[in-house]
């Protein structure tokens, strides 16, 4: 089966602008997760959704960033007035409830000029 | 959760057993040892989880210590594709806590 997608793949924006990252989960998987993951570190966690809620928004840096699950299947990680520190790339896992397992898809790597 | 900690960098002969190690000192008892690998340009993928007991799958064994503050992830036969970044992980998986906390961890080139 399909598994977790990610678009676009790549993203180049200019400082200032606002980006949209879309995640579309594996059917079924009512859990859904965002990390992010610099050059040369392992991916850092950013929101977990059970459902249409954010469950655990502890690992958004600040503000500018945002995600929204509105009918508990995609979802949008949104940032405002990026900054070059935003480059990165930008991971969505999905896993069933109560899971082991989170699925990752292949990321979005964003480059902030 | 437990922080861990894991070599930098690793080399295996192709065909060969690949052995990852992972210290988890500070490890709770009610956490678990996860094992993630990334590949080059790719998103991490798990390889296995335990909690006390030994576990083998498909695709690796994970033994870990009486004491549990140490395991180590085995690759039976370690082929070129096996070449990866290697994340151990320790969490718990009780409802609401489900992020993974991920290191710097492991990367393992496989020689031919």
């Known amino acids: 089966g399909a598994g977790v997608s990610q678009t676009p793949s790549n993203k180049v924006t200019e400082k200032g602008k606002y980006v949209e990252l879309r995640c579309d989960p594996i059917?079924?998987?009512?859990?859904l997760y965002w990390y992010r993951q610099s050059l040369g570190q392992g991916p850092e966690f950013l929101i977990y959704f059970q459902g249409t809620g954010a469950a655990d928004d502890s690992g958004l840096p600040n503000d500018r960033f945002f995600a929204v699950r509105p009918e508990g299947s995609v979802s949008t990680l949104k940032i405002q007035r990026t900054e070059r520190g935003d480059s990165a790339v930008y991971l969505c896992a999905s896993s069933l409830p109560g899971g082991n397992e989170q699925f990752f898809g292949p990321g979005t790597r964003l480059t902030v000029l | 959760d437990a922080k861990t900690t894991q070599p930098p960098s690793m080399d295996c002969a192709e065909g060969r057993a690949a052995n990852l190690p992972c210290n988890h000192s500070?490890?709770?008892?009610?956490?678990?040892v996860y094992w993630y690998r990334q590949i080059h340009s790719q998103g991490p993928q798990y390889i296995i989880h335990?909690?006390?007991n030994n576990e083998t799958n498909e695709m690796a064994s994970l033994i870990i210590t009486e004491d549990r503050k140490s395991s180590t992830l085995i690759l039976p036969h370690a082929t070129l594709r096996d070449t990866a970044v290697y994340y151990c992980?320790?969490?718990?998986?009780?409802?609401?806590?489900?992020?993974?906390?991920f290191g710097t961890g492991t990367r393992l080139t496989i020689i031919p």
């Open positions: 335990g909690l006390k």
């Open positions: 059917s079924g998987h009512t859990a």
């Open positions: 500070t490890i709770s008892g009610n956490e678990y």
């Open positions: 992980i320790v969490k718990q998986t009780n409802f609401g806590n489900e992020k993974l906390t």
